[in-house]
């Protein structure tokens, strides 16, 4: 059994860094907030005996000796970046619980057959860079580490100027720590386990992701002396854009789901009739053939609004990433893990997008759920108890003890 | 006649002050920009032999004495200042074809009975600082002039702080200069004397105004993985505001407009459902009835759409500027002018705001309007020819010379 108060601290120390008004934390990725919470954990996996290597796009990796170092390490971890307004727990638990395991393993004296090593990933969020969880991406070669560090944040500034300026271009290529395997622990970020009373949930699945970036140009025009019908309001056309969305996403439900989650009116005056807006659009199923389906209605939808009002949308695909189907064995071994623990658990599918989904490309992968209030994530009100945080880890311990060996 | 090419001279020669890439002018109201051109004007009306004061809104007033001081000057001018992408000729037609009027009168050594007065008024446009026309409306007793000095941009500054960091807080108190009537000239910024081949707009009123301030609190949740139907999107909601506000003023229509220019998603990030929005409203007619008819079919389609999203919608009245009907007297003037010049005219509606309309409620006030291109204005593009320019400052000044007496 792990320490649940040792797990609880750490999360709650960290969450200094970052916190907010109400409670949440913001800590963009590569921020200064992000370089304060990287300190900390390199000391604190620094202090509990892990060699601790960063890669060339920031990602710390801690690795922790096995009996048999033939062995490829069973990798554990996740992400301490957050959401402009985000919460303690997105990220945070999967790896401090991971901290926590080989806290736990030090303190009762275990030697694993296979080497572990605990992982930090960069910018899993995607608030600040395009696309989420870009270092794990990188890793398994879906972009190149050239590409990643040119990524330009709202402001121009690059991953790689952005590294730099909190120190953590680590001098390891990018792929440098090969893993046998990958386990994440995390919030569900959704409202079932909470609504069925599981404590555990043994993650199958993960859902896909479109993301676009989406241009509307119409035309500035005064907004008392141009008539209705002579408008090419880029509000409008966005207005009817996300209200399309919000259709056709939930015609393709309940496996469905869009957001516009950003948009930005060019040189905005009251009394101008919006000329240009910048917005981004997500959508995601856990089936691919809806995904199809939604890039393929919405596109539609969007030359439909645009010739009928004057106007011109461009739309360009900047991510697209599959639905995810985690690796059977792994998956037994989660749901095996919480048996023995004797948790409550049931199958279910992730909403969100993890580093363990990319992984899951080029080695076996798995993720274990706990449930978090009221399903809220992405929100400074993000919620999670400190028993179902320690249990867990607790289960995410016993699946790396049975795939390590020990 | 006035002089053509010395007026187009003057306003392509202040189009420097802030002029943009597409050959628009951005020349906020108070910015470096903005004293600039202030500059400018005052050396211009002082080398023109006039007294030039600015009153503690920083409005800029010329005076050329008449050979009967006791009678109240004739007020000619409009406002320099623009929209972020705004034109060239918006205001500034107005103000230099007033010293254009004095320069006329110079040269030909022809006095006046009555004084005459150049006015520059403070922040016209309202984009920076609401509401428009605010210097005016302080000068007919709608503010005070505390609070319009307290009147904060979008980054916090007040006009107070404004007019200190550009050094044109004026020494006069605001009313210091008594007007006995006011004319302004513009462009038309609608598309009707253009498309009826009419060189001159005889204004005979004005749309009312109705500017609100909007909040809408949602719930920021994850993109992924929050269901469609348990979403409080702030963002869809503002989308089906905007839909219901075009949809009203069209119900309303001919007489009717309505525009949401600013829209800020707070926090935004492209896996979060948006969870809070400010945004503005501006609605217009030139009918008082209709005017209470759009705010009371917006408010309940407003409350409509927030009790079934689950969201909260704020909504503010932030000004309320009545419908104007200008002085027939005066009208006539103007009408005179024009036949008398030779210029086909006809009576028309001023789709936007003006100083006129504020000074029209303490004192006779009329305009003169000349066509510009398409009838696009709050835009870079604006544009208007030099005959239309000239023409209209002819109508301009007999009209003064009718009113002042020679
Ligand atoms: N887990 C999580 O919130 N990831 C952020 C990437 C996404 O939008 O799914
Ligand atoms: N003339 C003009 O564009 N005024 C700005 C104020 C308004 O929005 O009507």
Known sequence: QIDSARLWGSIHETAQFGRTAKGGVRRLTLSSEDKQVRDWFRRACEDAGLEVHTDALGSQFGLRKGRDMSKLPVGIGSHLDTQPTGGKYDGILGTLGALEVIRTLNDAGIETEAPICVVNWTNEEGSRFAPAMMASAAYVGDFTTDDILSRKDIDGTTVGQALDSIGYRGDKPVGFQK????????????????????????????????????????????????????????????????????????????????????????????????????????????????????????????????????????????????????????????????????????????????????????????????????????????????????????????????IAGV
């Open 179 to 402: 893993l046998g395997c990958f386990v994440e622990l995390h919030i569900e970020q959704g409202p079932i386990l909470e609504a069925e009373g599981k404590t555990i949930g043994v993650v199958d699945s993960g859902q896909g992701v479109l993301w676009y970036d989406g241009k509307i140009s119409g035309f500035e025009s005064h907004a008392g002396s141009t008539p209705m019908p002579l408008r090419r309001d880029a509000l409008a056309t966005l207005s009817e854009i996300v209200l399309a969305m919000e259709a056709i996403a939930k015609k393709h439900g309940p496996n469905a789901v869009g957001t516009i989650g950003e948009a930005v009116i060019a040189n905005p005056s009251r009394n101008v009739i919006p000329g240009e807006i910048a917005f981004t659009m997500d959508c995601r199923s856990a089936d691919g053939a809806i995904m199809d389906a939604l890039d393929r209605d919405l596109r539609a939808a969007i030359a439909e609004i645009a010739a009928r009002r004057k106007v011109e949308v461009k739309i360009d695909l900047v991510w697209r990433k599959a639905p995810t189907h985690f690796d059977p064995k792994l998956i037994a071994a989660v749901e095996n893990a919480a048996k023995t623990l004797g948790y409550s658990s049931r199958r279910i599918t992730s909403g969100a997008g993890h580093d363990a989904c990319n992984l899951n490309t080029v080695m076996p992968a798995a993720m274990v759920f706990v449930p978090c209030k009221d399903g809220i994530s992405h929100n400074e009100l993000e919620d999670a108890t400190q028993p179902d945080c320690a249990a867990g880890t607790n289960v995410l311990m016993h699946t790396v003890l049975a």
